[in-house]
C-alpha cells in the first residue's frame, strides 16, 4: 500500500481531542480544518515537564532514502506506547520538492503525520506567508530605489532577494526592473526557494513577537554607495512585515497514525539554510511534554551541527540524546554498491560505507551528548547486515537497534524507545563546538576539521574580501551558517563515504544579521533548486470528488 | 474611530453561529480559527430560495471614495434588519493594494466585514494558493523546455507570465534563465499580480472540481515554433495545478459587524481583469439565501458590464436589481472640483458631473434589469447637493436613496433596502448587450459605443495581427475581458465626466482560454501596479502583544 493511500484510510482524532491528549485547552488552539491547529502563544504556565529532548539526524543521504522522518515518528509513537508524555516537533514541507523529486516530509508507511496532503500542500499556510513578507519587502526596496532613493541604496549591491516556494531554475539570475523609464530601475537580481531564505531562518530563530520584530529590523537589505549596511529598520518597514508573520509565527498542530501530537513548523534546508524546526515550536513541545523529538535536515554534518551550533544557544537548551539514523542500504551505496543492486547482501560494502556512519558518530560525541544508532529497516536488508552494523557500532562503543517503524509503526521501534529512554537518563554537560568570539574563519575551520573531517578551507577571492568587511562592520563573530551539499561530508557530491584530506571552499559569505549568522556558499550549492527531467507533479492528479492520487 | 478600531471593538459571533444562521451545519463549514470557515461543497439540497439577486457596482472611482463595498455591507445589514435572509457575496483583497495605496476591501464604519484583519492579510490562503500554482506551472513550462522541449514550445513565445500578489513594479519586464547552461534557458518575461491572473479568473467561473479541471487544461501557455498553441493538458500536469486549487475552490464564510452571513470568495481586480467574486460563491449564497447581494469591482463600465456578459452566462442567473453606488463628493471631481475643494458646497460642478452617474444608469438600463441609485453620504454633503442629485436621477426615471452606512450601518440604509426590495419584485426579461457568436472585435465595438459612450475602436497592428490569427484558432468568438483604466469610461485616465467621441485604442490581446474568454489591453493599463511614494506599509505595526495597527 502507498503512504498517501494508508494515510487517507487512518482514522483521526479531531484536532481538539489531539489538543486534550497535549495538555492544550480549547481556548489555546485555533482550528484550521477539523485535523489542524495553531497553538496560541504564550501558553499559560504549567507544571514543569521532564524536558527530555531527542535530537534525530542522520548519516548523509542517498538515493536509497534513509526515512528520518519515518524514525521520528515511530519512535514518537514508541514513546507515547511505552506510556510516556510525547511530542514530535517536525518542520513543514516545501512544495517545491513536493512537485520536484523529493517528496513530501510527513514519514512513511505506519509512521507518518497526517492529514499528510494538507501537510504537504499549503498546510496552515505559512510558508506563503514568509514568501509574500520577503517579496513584500523587495518591492518596497525597489520601489524606495525607484522613488527618489533617499537611503542611497546602490542598486548593485542589494543582497535581499525574491523567493518562491517552488523549484525554478530559471529564476536563479534574472534581470529586473527592465521596460523604460516607468517599469523600474534595472539590476541584477535573482530568486531563491523560501526555506533557504532569511525570513525562514528568522521565524524559526524568533522568540517572540517582540524578537521577531527586533530580528526583522536588523536584516541587511544590501548597502548605500558609501557602502554602509541600509536595514529594513531603515527602510521603516518592519511592522509591515512583522504584521504579514503574525499568524505564521504560531506553531501547527498535527498527529500522527497514532494519535500522537506532533507539532510541525517552520522548515529551512538543511544544506543552504540552518535546517531545524522553530525554537517556539520545540519550548512549545518541551512545555507540553516530558519528551519531546525534534529532526534537523539532511546529515549530522548539517542540520545536527547546525541545531548544535545555531539553535541551541537561542533555545538555551541542548539535547539530551541524539539518534542517528542509518540504514543498510544508504551505507552499502556510501561503500560503493549502485541503487539497483542494493537488494543483494553486501557485507564488504556495508562495512566500507560504514566509514560514513562512523564519522558522524565521532562528530556527534564532540559535544557529549549521548548518540544512539537507530538502523530503519528494509525489506531486503540480511540478518547478517543488520547484525554486522549493529556490532560495528558497538566497536564504537554505541548502541544500535533495528527498528522497523514504515511497517510496523510505534511498535517496530520498541526496543529502540527503550534505548532513547536509557540514553536520556544519563547526566552530561554538554560542550559547544568552537566558542561564541571566535572568529567565522576559525569558526568554519573547526566545522570543517572537527565535523565534516576536512582538512582545510580556501576562500575565495572575494570570500577574503567579505572577511574583511565583516570585520569593519563588528560581524566578524557571529556564528556560521554552512551551504554545503548534502550528498557528501565535503563540498563534493560525488565524494561519498568518509574522505579524508579534502578542503572546503568557501566561494562567497551572504551576511543574515536579522537570523544573526553570516551564510557561507561552498562548493557549487544552489539556494534555487530545479525540477526534473519528469517532476513528481505529473503524476499527481484530484479526481472530481476531491480525492488526490500520487503526493508523496 | 478608525475602522480598524470599530472592527477591533466588535463582538462578532462564532463562526459556527454564523454558519448556522445562513442555514449552514458544521459538518458543512471547515473551521479557520473561530471567526472564518470554508464551506463544503456541493451542498446537499435544501427548499428553494427566492433567488433574489442583487449587483452592486458605482460611477467610475475618483480619489474622494465612493465606499461601494460599504454600501454592499450597509444594505445587506439593512435587509436582514427587515427580516429577510440575506447573504452578502464580495471579493477578496489583494495584499498588493492593502500594502500600497487602496487599502482592504472589506468596508468602512459600521458596515465593515469581520475579521478585517484577516481578511486583508493572508485570509484562507485562496490568494496565496493561486500565486503557488500559477507559478508552479511557469517552472513546470521552463523545465519543460530546459530537459529537451519534446513540446516544440518556442521560448519566445511563451504567453504563461509568473504572479506575485504584490504591487511590484520591477517585475513587469524581466529576463530569467540567466546564469549559463545549468540555469535555463534565457527569455523575456514578467510578472503579473495574481488577481489579474488567468488561475483566478478560473477560480471564479469554475462550477466544480471537473470544471475547474476542465478549465486548466484548457489553458494555452504559449506556442510551438509551429505556431500551435500549446495547453497545460498537452504538458500533462492539469492535475497536479488542481491539487494546488482545491481547498481555494471552496467559498469562505465571514460576517458583518451586525452578523449578516458573508462569503468573500476570489477576487480578481475589474481593470484588469473581469472584477467579480466566484461563481461557486454567488451560487452558494442563492441557494442559502432569499437576498444575495454581490459586487463588482470599480465603475459600472469595468465590473458591472463584465458580470454581466462574462459571468451571467456561467452563473446562469442575472441580477434582478442592479445598485449604483454614487456619492456627491465623487461626481463633484468628475464635474471638474479638485480633492481639497471638495467639502464646500458646488451644484453646478454636481450637476456637470452628474453625466458620469448619467451614463451609467443609461448603460445598465439596457440589460433590461431594474437600477436603482445609492447616494453613500459622506460629512460634508449638503442637503441642497443631495436633492439635486435625487432629483437628477429621478429625471432618468431611476430611483435614488440617501444611505448613510459608515455611520449608522444596516439602519442608515433602511429606505435604500426598501427600494431594493421593491425593485426586486419587478418582473423583467433580462437582455445580453451582445451575441454569443458576435466577432470579438463586434463584441468590442458595442461594449465601446454602448457602454463607454464612445465613437471607435482603433487595433494596433499587433491587435490586427492577433484577430486573425485568433480566426485560424477558432477564438475569434469568444468572451472579451477588457483591460481599460477605473477613471474614465475612455482609455484616458483624465478624461472625467461623460466624454464622448473618443476612441478606444487596443493595443494587445491575450487570450485566455481556461477562463474562456480574450483580454484586450487598452491604453497604457499595467496588469502588475506599482507601489507609491509613501506606500501604506510605513504606517503598519504589530505590538509585541500582536494587535495591528495601521491596516485600512
Redesign the interface.
Known amino acids: 500500500m502507498k503512504d498517501i493511500e494508508i494515510a487517507q484510510q487512518s482514522e483521526m482524532l479531531p484536532i481538539v481531542e489531539v489538543a486534550k491528549k497535549a495538555g492544550l485547552s480549547g481556548s489555546e488552539i485555533?482550528?484550521?480544518?477539523?485535523y489542524k491547529a495553531?497553538i496560541k502563544l504564550p501558553l499559560a504556565d504549567r507544571p514543569k515537564t521532564k524536558e527530555k529532548l531527542i535530537l534525530v539526524t542522520a548519516v548523509n543521504p542517498t538515493p536509497a532514502g534513509e526515512g528520518k522522518s519515518t524514525v521520528t515518528v515511530g519512535l514518537g509513537d514508541a514513546l507515547s506506547l511505552a506510556g510516556k508524555k510525547t511530542m514530535i516537533a517536525l518542520r513543514e514541507p516545501s512544495?517545491g520538492p513536493v512537485?520536484g523529486m523529493k517528496g513530501g516530509a510527513t514519514g512513511g508507511g505506519y509512521s507518518q503525520v497526517v492529514p499528510m496532503e494538507d501537510i504537504n500542500?499549503?498546510f496552515t499556510?505559512d510558508m506563503?506567508?514568509l514568501?509574500?513578507a520577503n517579496?513584500?519587502l523587495?518591492?518596497?526596496i525597489?520601489?524606495h530605489i525607484?522613488?527618489?532613493n533617499k537611503l542611497g541604496i546602490d542598486q548593485r549591491r542589494v543582497i535581499w532577494k525574491r523567493v518562491?516556494?517552488?523549484?525554478?531554475?530559471?529564476?536563479?539570475?534574472?534581470?529586473?526592473?527592465?521596460?523604460g523609464v516607468?517599469?523600474?530601475?534595472p539590476r541584477e537580481d535573482g530568486f531563491d526557494i523560501t526555506v533557504a531564505s532569511e525570513m525562514m531562518a528568522i521565524l524559526c530563530l524568533a522568540k517572540?513577537?517582540?524578537d521577531l520584530?527586533k530580528r526583522l529590523g536588523q536584516i541587511v537589505i544590501g548597502y548605500t554607495y558609501a557602502k554602509e549596511p541600509v536595514t529594513v529598520a531603515d527602510l521603516?518597514?518592519t511592522?509591515?512585515i512583522?504584521?504579514?508573520l503574525?499568524?505564521a509565527l504560531k506553531p501547527n498542530l498535527v498527529q500522527t497514525l497514532a494519535h500522537t501530537p506532533a507539532i510541525i513548523h517552520g522548515g529551512p534546508f538543511a544544506n543552504i539554510a540552518h535546517g531545524c524546526n522553530s525554537v517556539l515550536a520545540t519550548k512549545t513541545a518541551l512545555q507540553l511534554a516530558d519528551y519531546t523529538i525534534t529532526e534537523a535536515g539532511f546529515g549530522a554534518d548539517l542540520g545536527a551541527e547546525k541545531f548544535l551550533d545555531i539553535k541551541v544557544p537561542q533555545l538555551g537548551k541542548a539535547p539530551n540524546t541524539i539518534v542517528i539514523v542509518a540504514t543498510v542500504r544508504a551505507l552499502k551505496m556510501n561503500g560503493g554498491v549502485a541503487k539497483d543492486q542494493l537488494d543483494h547482501e553486501d557485507l564488504v560494502a556495508l562495512e566500507k560505507g560504514f566509514a560514513n556512519l562512523k564519522r558522524h558518530i565521532q562528530s556527534m560525541k564532540q559535544y557529549d551528548i549521548p548518540v544512539v544508532v537507530a538502523i530503519n529497516k528494509f525489506t531486503a536488508d540480511t540478518l547478517a547486515e543488520l547484525n554486522m552494523l549493529v556490532e560495528l557500532c558497538a566497536k564504537e562503543d554505541t548502541t544500535a537497534v533495528v527498528a522497523d517503524v514504515w511497517a510496523k509503526g510505534g511498535a517496530g521501534a520498541k526496543e529502540l524507545a527503550q534505548a532513547v529512554l536509557a540514553s536520556c537518563d544519563q547526566v552530561t554537560t554538554p560542550k559547544r563546538l568552537y566558542a561564541a568570539d571566535d572568529s567565522v574563519e576559525d569558526k568554519i575551520k573547526q566545522i570543517v576539521t572537527k565535523i565534516y573531517g576536512g582538512k582545510d578551507v580556501e576562500f575565495s577571492p572575494k570570500a577574503l574580501r567579505q572577511l574583511s568587511e565583516f570585520k569593519t562592520l563588528g560581524w566578524d563573530k557571529l556564528p556560521v551558517c554552512m551551504a554545503k551539499t548534502q550528498y557528501s561530508l565535503s563540498d563534493d557530491p560525488k565524494l561519498l563515504g568518509a574522505p579524508t584530506d579534502f578542503t572546503i571552499h568557501v566561494r562567497e559569505f551572504v551576511p543574515k544579521l536579522g537570523a544573526g549568522f553570516i551564510v557561507a556558499l561552498t562548493g557549487n550549492v544552489l539556494t534555487m533548486p530545479?525540477?526534473?527531467?519528469v517532476?513528481a507533479?505529473?503524476g499527481?492528479?484530484?479526481?472530481?470528488?476531491?480525492t488526490?492520487?500520487?503526493?508523496y
Not at 166 to 179: C, F, M, P, W
Not at 182 to 185: L, T
Not at 530 to 533: A, F, N, R
Open positions: 485555533e482550528q484550521y480544518g477539523q495553531k512544495l512537485m500542500l499549503h499556510g506563503h506567508a514568501t509574500t517579496n513584500t523587495a518591492a518596497l525597489d520601489n525607484y522613488q527618489g518562491l516556494d517552488i523549484n525554478d531554475r530559471a529564476l536563479r539570475h534574472v534581470v529586473i526592473g527592465l521596460g516607468v517599469q523600474g530601475i517572540d513577537i517582540a520584530k521603516g518597514v511592522g509591515a512583522a504584521l504579514l503574525k499568524d530545479g525540477l526534473p527531467k517532476p507533479a505529473m499527481m492528479d484530484l479526481a472530481d470528488d476531491g488526490i492520487t500520487g503526493l
